[in-house]
């Protein structure tokens, strides 16, 4: 059964609120609403207590169940209030690597149902939309909204009475003073065996959930509850999110334009169904080309390495990186230095290498694939010719692979990437497709995925896209922007040109499709800038096969900072310059130009952003 039980206070702290339940049990409590719901009739024992502005009196149900008074979908779950230092904790032991609240902060813990019924345990079994709120202390509020986005299938625990979701945005509430969120989207669970029912069939409630009703609700119930506790709207409201963060924050601004004034969208796992497939595609590579013996880390780094040797020269030097992926054309079929001893390769290339990490023609054309990227029959051309960069993908060729130079172990390594081998067995509608980490009645995963061919893998990728409106649009891809652009707001958008996991093409491809939809590249720029980093993996960390690169690379905060001067001050980025990090064994800096415009050098130092122009 659900029970609410209330804890007293201890060491003078404001009383905290918990809500025990099963999944089971809280969705049949919460999803008829009325006074079925969990909140209906609740007689707070802080009835008569005093409610004033101070942080510590108005973080409690009393005061903040009003946000939803009216609302019998939404539950709350937990208040809790953490005063400045003390461990960020809900449950157990705290260690030194606890983190510690850095102001006083309330966190607030709400399930938005319906949910989607069924058996108990099942993955497809949801109580509702899990959201996790943490505002600071009224005298500390800088009167924003600071919300934050997920990753991966974006499951998570906002609704866990034990354990905290995000100390990402507990540190946004304590260190900026603002109020921040995170949702989990529907469900708990890793895997994308959600979004499939017990009998197979594509489960319709939580795909909307995850592709967008969570975000609504995450916008409405924390402004709400902002509203409640500090008697205000925020003035202004910020997203920020990276990959499927990314995704999240454009699929905010194509459906909802109206609940964030400025949005950081970075390396945006938008183009869902079509980049995730074809990351299954360096793995099939291997199954149909390799006799399923997958290249060796040593290979792939042996051959990455030597592009960014053919293509990383500036000013005379080699950077370590390549400076413009898009412009690499390396082919290890003709490099003498990468092939075997006695490899004939291509141009009248005879192999020279004695290293382990040398490669076979058969080999050296896979890599070739991988880089270049989806195809539906396995074929890809000469580099030269075309390596993978097309604004548009045409004819057989159905999606970009990661650049040259990158670090393929994600995608290339030993073991597939489970998101792609989900999003395979979802489009297919056959468990079994999928890693023995994806669960479900029908059968659980049985890596049956090893057995397709490229023609059945380019029909999951027409069947992702055709099952779009049972996905609830998940690609993210309406490239009207017109309603967010005329309310005024703001976003940018930074891709690593080696993301380790999405191509940065996709992100392009995107952006040049808003500028033909809204009449040019100059009117998306007055709302809309696109970075594109060199070197950068997926996130601010190095993704190049080079450990050493060492890469300028963009600072934590930094794109939000330019991001609320533009909103709140009307300073639009422009050039931004990077510099690596201050432990770095070699300082550099470079500067990252608006899209279409790239960093040409000119003169001087080119591990030094004044050697550079934007053109």
Request: aromatic letters at 8%; hydrophobic letters at 35%; one cysteine or more.
């Amino acid at each position: 059964m659900f029970g609410l039980h209330w804890k007293g206070p201890a060491s003078g702290h404001a009383i905290q609120w918990i809500g025990s339940l099963s999944t089971a049990a809280l969705f049949a409590a919460c999803g008829g609403g009325g006074e079925g719901s969990p909140s209906a009739g609740l007689e707070s024992p802080l009835a008569g207590a005093k409610v004033g502005w101070n942080g510590q009196d108005r973080c409690t149900p009393k005061t903040l169940e009003k946000a939803f008074k009216h609302d019998t979908l939404t539950t709350l779950l937990l208040v809790k209030e953490f005063k400045q230092g003390e461990d960020l904790i809900l449950s157990g032991t705290p260690t030194a690597q606890t983190p510690k609240a850095q102001n006083d902060i309330c966190l607030v813990k709400v399930l938005v149902g319906p949910g989607n019924p069924g058996p108990v345990g099942a993955p497809s079994t949801s109580a509702g939309i899990g959201i996790e709120v943490w505002m600071p202390a009224k005298e500390n509020w800088n009167n924003r909204m600071h919300n934050l986005g997920g990753g991966g299938w974006a499951g998570g625990q906002q609704t866990s009475t034990t354990a905290i979701a995000s100390s990402a945005a507990a540190s946004v509430a304590g260190v900026e003073g603002a109020v921040s969120s995170t949702t989990d989207t529907g469900h708990t669970t890793g895997s994308g065996a959600f979004a499939m029912n017990p009998d197979g069939t594509i489960n319709e409630t939580l795909w909307n959930d995850f592709s967008q009703r969570g975000l609504h609700e995450q916008a409405v119930k924390t402004k709400a509850l902002a509203n409640e506790y500090y008697g205000s709207a925020p003035r202004y409201s910020y997203w920020e999110g990276g990959s499927t963060g990314g995704r999240q924050g454009l699929k905010l601004v194509q459906l909802h334009p109206e609940h964030y004034d400025g949005l950081v969208a970075n390396y945006p796992a938008n183009n869902w169904t079509k980049f995730i497939t074809a990351e299954l595609y360096p793995q099939i590579v291997y199954q149909r080309d390799l006799a399923g013996a997958p290249l060796t880390s040593a290979q792939l780094t042996q051959m990455g390495n030597a592009a960014i040797a053919a293509c990383g020269n500036v000013g005379g030097q080699n950077l370590g990186y390549i400076l413009d992926t898009s412009a690499c054309r390396y082919d290890p079929r003709n490099d003498a230095n990468a092939l075997c001893a006695g490899v004939s390769g291509v141009g009248g290339v005879t192999g020279i290498s004695t290293s382990p990490a040398c490669v076979n023609l058969t080999q050296a054309t896979a890599m070739n694939k991988i880089w270049y990227g989806q195809t539906s029959d396995g074929s890809v051309p000469d580099p030269g010719i075309d390596n993978g960069w097309s604004l548009q993908p045409t004819g057989v060729h159905r999606w970009y692979g990661l650049p040259r130079g990158t670090n393929m172990q994600g995608l290339a390594g030993t073991n597939p990437f489970t998101i792609a081998t989900d999003m395979v067995a979802l489009e297919l509608q056959n468990p079994t497709l999928a890693t023995p980490s994806f669960i479900n009645a029908t059968g659980n995963g049985a890596n049956g995925w090893m057995s397709l061919s490229y023609g059945q893998l380019s029909n999951a990728w027409d069947i992702g896209v055709a099952l779009q409106p049972q996905f609830a649009n998940i690609n993210t891809d309406n490239p009207d922007l017109s309603a967010f652009a005329s309310r005024g707001g703001k976003m940018i958008t930074e891709h690593g040109l080696n993301d380790t996991l999405i191509p940065p093409q996709g992100t392009v491809n995107y952006y040049n499709r808003v500028a033909t939809q809204m009449g040019g590249l100059a009117t998306v720029q007055d709302f809309w800038k696109l970075y594109l980093v060199p070197a950068q993996g997926h996130g601010p960390a190095n993704g190049t096969t080079n450990p050493t690169a060492n890469p300028p690379a963009i600072a934590n905060g930094q794109l939000y900072g330019l991001l609320t001067a533009w909103v709140e001050g009307g300073v639009a980025p422009d050039q931004v310059t990077l510099i690596t990090p201050a432990s770095s064994p070699v300082q550099k800096s470079r500067p990252i130009c608006v899209y279409p415009k790239k960093a040409t050098w000119v003169s001087g130092d080119p591990n030094t952003a004044s050697s550079y122009v934007c053109s």
